[in-house]
């Protein structure tokens, strides 16, 4: 109880002036009972650093805090900020409305004001990143939340400016300009490129297969996406399909053209140059066609002329997938397929037809821990352009989905830790390693929090992960292992504002308890 009000003391002070008397008054008779456990160590508290506060705001900030402590226990055990106030009050009480309706004035105004005055005050000393999932986060399908610009005007200063280091990560496919263009009209503020990761975002440090030539597999501007990352020798299905005309006949239309055309072998397969790579970057249209042409270039060394002397080849031929998700939220009331039900299937027929399992080169996107750590290597760059001179220790990941953000979060968090003990630190599976040899910022997080919202796949009526059923069926890739305790947010939110608003609060709390820590001069 003690660490309690000292950690709720320590968050209380950094706000600023009283609210009226009258809101005074409802709050104190909500939550005085609470209030008598705080008391003396308000007063010993308030003749430290922070002793230019009023009296009269700080009081009424420990007893709201107290309340909210007495409640949930600590801040980063919450489901949001009004069911965390309104729950110390009996339906019977009188000013329950009244109360009600302060409260959230308070939220409105109060509050976003503090801490934006708490981010600009510190901005020297802020040495945290945080990193939001797009899809089911900031908005769903074309259509943005409106919790989304309040959060980003909570995390910009008076100018527009933003205060905080932050990225955007996202699963799903597309370039990264025509994204941040996106992001920024949803957001109403300026979002650059390199603010954004895509699933496909980590190949950027990929470069042994810069210059290799590749097949790029997904939907959009495949072209553009690849040359975007350093890829130099780029090729579609569609290339493949036309020189080896005779492969894709699941087409009943295709089987007619070549009879139709008197077609026996391919004009173009004799110059046709070897595949050397394979990139997954998405779930790709007309499934039985990628489908059919993959496993065919892969049994074949990437050239599907003839069939190899002796059988199917069991060789290191190179494959990389882009987003692993097996479903995603869009604007129909059930999540749809992503590419991680098209690699299912992928990963299926290879097996029923050579009796071996796929072997993947890399897997990247979330829950990857290389993708995590490109995530920090983004943020630490966007630190330093924004003026922060203090390293990130703290990484926060806003996300809906369990299955991956969270996931991944708390596997970024497990390798932060085996790192500190080893450097070389391997992983389970060689699919998901993080080279030493590739180029990022240094690594400098010593933890990576993840905060669930109620915006996304996450539905909060089946309740908190850790309260539901075991669940036998693994929905995640099959190269990440079944870990219930790895679906577990650090914290719960409604939206990506109180998210914010709660990261902001936890921050506060830490800075002032650095404060007080430090020497007099």
Not at 483 to 493: G, M
Request: contains cysteine; aromatic residues 10%; hydrophobic residues 35%.
């Amino acid at each position: 109880m003690l660490l309690l009000s000292n950690k709720l003391l320590s968050i209380s002070c950094f706000f600023k002036p009283p609210v009226t008397h009258s809101i005074q008054a409802v709050m104190c008779s909500s939550i005085n009972m609470c209030y008598s456990a705080f008391s003396a160590h308000y007063h010993c508290f308030n003749s430290g650093s922070f002793s230019n506060i009023r009296n009269e705001r700080a009081h009424i900030l420990v007893r709201y805090k107290a309340a909210r402590g007495n409640s949930c226990c600590s801040f980063f055990n919450h489901s949001s900020s009004e069911n965390r106030f309104l729950k110390i009050h009996q339906p019977n009480n009188h000013n329950f409305s009244e109360v009600k309706r302060d409260y959230r004035r308070w939220t409105k105004t109060r509050l976003p004001t503090e801490l934006r005055h708490f981010l600009q005050t510190m901005n020297k000393k802020i040495d945290f990143g945080i990193i939001f999932d797009i899809d089911g986060v900031l908005g769903r399908g074309s259509v943005p939340f409106a919790a989304s610009k309040r959060m980003m005007r909570l995390l910009s200063d008076n100018d527009g400016k933003v205060q905080v280091p932050i990225a955007f990560c996202t699963n799903s496919s597309g370039t990264l300009k025509d994204k941040a263009v996106c992001i920024s009209k949803w957001l109403d503020t300026e979002v650059r490129p390199q603010q954004v990761i895509a699933a496909h975002s980590p190949l950027s440090v990929f470069t042994e297969f810069h210059h290799k030539r590749v097949l790029v597999v997904g939907q959009g501007k495949l072209h553009e996406m690849a040359e975007e990352l350093g890829f130099t020798k780029i090729v579609t299905i569609d290339e493949v399909k036309e020189a080896f005309p005779l492969l894709d006949i699941v087409d009943h239309g295709n089987r007619n053209y070549i009879a139709k055309n008197r077609i026996t072998r391919s004009q173009s397969r004799d110059e046709f140059e070897p595949i050397e790579a394979i990139i997954l970057f998405g779930e790709p249209t007309k499934w039985e066609t990628h489908l059919q042409l993959l496993i065919d270039l892969m049994v074949t060394g990437g050239h599907p002329s003839f069939v190899p002397d002796k059988g199917i080849v069991d060789s290191d031929f190179p494959i990389i997938a882009c987003n692993m998700d097996l479903v995603f939220m869009a604007e129909a009331c059930m999540p749809r397929f992503g590419h991680g039900a098209f690699l299912v299937c992928l990963e299926s027929l290879y097996k029923k037809i050579t009796g071996r399992d796929l072997q993947y080169t890399a897997l990247v996107g979330k829950p990857s821990e290389i993708t995590y750590r490109y995530a920090e290597h983004c943020i630490t760059r966007e630190a330093v352009k924004i003026g922060i001179e203090l390293p990130i220790r703290t990484l926060y990941m806003v996300g809906d989905n369990p299955e991956v953000d969270v996931f991944g979060s708390n596997l970024y968090n497990r390798y932060i830790a085996q790192c500190m003990v080893n450097e070389n630190a391997g992983l389970s599976h060689a699919s998901r390693e993080v080279p030493s040899s590739y180029k990022f910022t240094s690594q400098t997080a010593t933890k990576c929090n993840s905060i669930l919202v109620d915006t996304g796949v996450y539905n909060s009526k089946l309740g908190k992960i850790e309260d539901q059923e075991y669940d036998v069926y693994h929905h995640g890739h099959r190269d990440f292992e079944t870990n219930q305790h790895l679906r577990i947010p650090t914290t719960y939110c409604t939206d990506v504002y109180e998210a914010v608003s709660a990261i902001i609060e936890q921050e506060m709390g830490s800075m002032d308890l650095l404060n007080n820590n430090e020497p007099n001069k």
